[in-house]
């Protein structure tokens, strides 16, 4: 196509040129009229009773994806996909933050032109500058760079795609261009670009990301598949959104959004000779659909101690004005000595608490629901510890109305999941017999869930079917739950090894109430403990 026949794609939102160092950044930031904007916004759209007060929410308008998590220079910054008013295109919008949890608006980061949209991509942080990599629609992968201290001015790499999207008159190649991520190995970087092979059954599709390799960001070499032994996603899933980090001692983990399944990942070692991933293990961050009111995309960056920080974004569950989607909170992601993966929050979440609540021990009697009149709100963190005892369900009941029209119900099934064998330890399994793994002692799996059936009394409200998890507790283990409600989202962390999140859209303004239920015999409350949380617009 010539020149002046191409498509004007630039984009209609303003945008501004910033200093390369910090202190006249901040002083341009202070007068920078996106920025007075965007503070406005916020303040208007902070009545809306479901706008969360400590999640991520775009400041204007709505968001898709998280993009590009990176740590660069002693701050965090969050990227994500931003639709500004003058221009319903993606954007990469982006906010900065000291602590994972206090975060400040920034203004959008990278704009289209000479691609459509700005769509999802990864981060790598180098020690001169960040290096973004994402897809830039009708186009394909794009590459832009940034070094100045709070990243405000991109520069994209090259005239166009980095990997052009296959032209249609030529033969078919052997990958697809969409969603990457990006990572250097010695002398090269290496990009992955997800997608799907119509391999599977009945020439169904299945899970595929390709992998290219570059020594200069902008002439890439395609070399093959590069996840290896997955036998964890299932057949309909997409490898959108994908991050692949190290993890633990040896291990590398891949997360990935499926548009079928949600968000998930997979474990194993980076074999860096055939420079293949071999998948040991996996598993699921939403479980359920992803919409309505689930868990979408990750992004995701080292923490500098050996494990990642994810967020995802979430899906709505009721349409909103003008703004929708939220960020969950950030998770630290870790593997315990058998490499199994253990989430618990991220962040300075603690330095938002205030008027707190406690609870000593109390026997929760059989078949007898238990109202905390102490404990009301809905923005607020609890933890507690519970002993079910031979209870076969305990139920903590949030955002609860005092006539039970409104309530979610966090469900903990002692040992009614799955049943499995023991896993052998890594010597262990070196030495195995396959007699003597017959000889293993079986467990069941617990399972946490939460049930938003009556969440709402609003029509638009729509409710999803349980999102339920296995979790693993040892026979003398006691329930441990961290669970943050913030207006229209739960989320909840199980003894640091499972976590949970859904959206929710209480109706009545007295919906702020608590309870606790142990069905069948009688389980202990050992303690609980709740703050109210603050704001961190304000």
């Known amino acids: 196509m010539s020149a002046e026949n191409k498509p004007d794609y630039r984009s209609k939102a303003p945008k501004y040129s910033f200093a390369d160092n910090l202190a006249e950044q901040e002083t341009q930031l202070a007068a920078n009229p996106m920025m007075a904007r965007f503070a406005q916004s916020r303040r208007e759209l902070a009545s809306d009773p479901h706008r969360p007060l400590y999640h991520f929410v775009s400041p204007e308008s709505t968001l898709n994806d998280p993009n590009g998590l990176s740590y660069w220079q002693g701050r965090w910054h969050l990227f994500y996909q931003g639709y500004p008013p003058e221009d319903n295109r993606q954007h990469w919008g982006h906010a900065v933050s000291d602590d994972l949890i206090h975060w400040r608006d920034l203004p959008y980061a990278i704009y289209p032109d000479p691609e459509d949209c700005c769509y999802s991509g990864t981060a790598l942080v180098e020690d001169d500058r960040v290096i973004a990599m994402y897809h830039g629609t009708k186009l394909g992968n794009m590459v832009a760079t940034s070094s100045d201290p709070l990243l405000l001015n991109w520069e994209k790499v090259g005239d166009g795609a980095v990997i052009p999207i296959p032209d249609p008159r030529d033969p078919p190649a052997p990958y697809s261009v969409f969603d990457p991520c990006i990572w250097k190995k010695d002398d090269h970087y290496f990009a992955l670009s997800g997608g799907w092979l119509p391999h599977g059954p009945d020439n169904k599709q299945i899970r595929a990301n390709f992998l290219f390799r570059s020594s200069d960001l902008e002439t890439w070499e395609y070399l093959h598949p590069f996840i290896e032994n997955d036998h964890y996603t299932v057949v309909g899933d997409d490898g959108a959104c994908p991050y692949f980090w190290p993890i633990g001692a040896d291990k590398h983990i891949f997360l990935m959004y499926s548009h079928m399944t949600g968000g998930q990942y997979l474990l194993g070692e980076y074999d860096t000779a055939r420079d293949k991933f071999v998948v040991t293990d996996g598993g699921l961050f939403n479980f359920g659909p992803s919409t309505p009111s689930g868990v979408h995309a990750p992004s995701a960056a080292p923490d500098g101690e050996g494990g990642v920080i994810v967020m995802f974004n979430m899906n709505q569950g009721k349409p909103t004005e003008v ?216």
């Open 323 to 538: 703004w929708n989607q939220i960020m969950t909170l950030p998770r630290q992601l870790t593997l315990d000595a058998d490499d199994r993966l253990l989430q618990e929050p991220a962040g300075a979440i603690e330095s938002l608490r205030y008027d707190p609540v406690s609870i000593g021990e109390t026997i929760l009697p059989a078949n007898q629901e238990i109202v905390l009149d102490s404990v009301q709100g809905n923005a607020m963190e609890l933890a507690l510890e519970l002993d079910p005892g031979a209870a076969p369900l305990v139920e903590l009941n949030v955002l609860r109305s005092p006539n039970r029209e409104e309530y979610t119900r966090i469900a903990f099934f002692k040992h009614r999941g799955n049943r499995f064998k023991l896993r052998l330890s890594k010597t262990q399994a070196m030495n195995a017999s396959s007699v003597a793994m017959q000889r293993l002692p079986q467990r069941y799996d617990s399972l946490i869930s939460i049930d938003t059936s009556y969440s709402s009394i609003l029509p638009e409200a729509l409710s999803r079917a349980p999102e339920t998890a296995p979790v693993y507790l040892e026979d003398d283990e006691p329930l441990r739950l961290r669970v943050f409600i913030d207006r229209s989202v739960v989320e909840v962390f199980v003894n640091g090894k499972q976590c949970l999140a859904v959206r929710v859209y209480p109706g009545r303004g007295d919906s702020l109430g608590l309870s606790l239920r142990a069905q069948g015999s009688p389980a202990t409350l050992k303690r609980l403990d709740a703050w109210r949380m603050r704001s961190v617009w304000e």
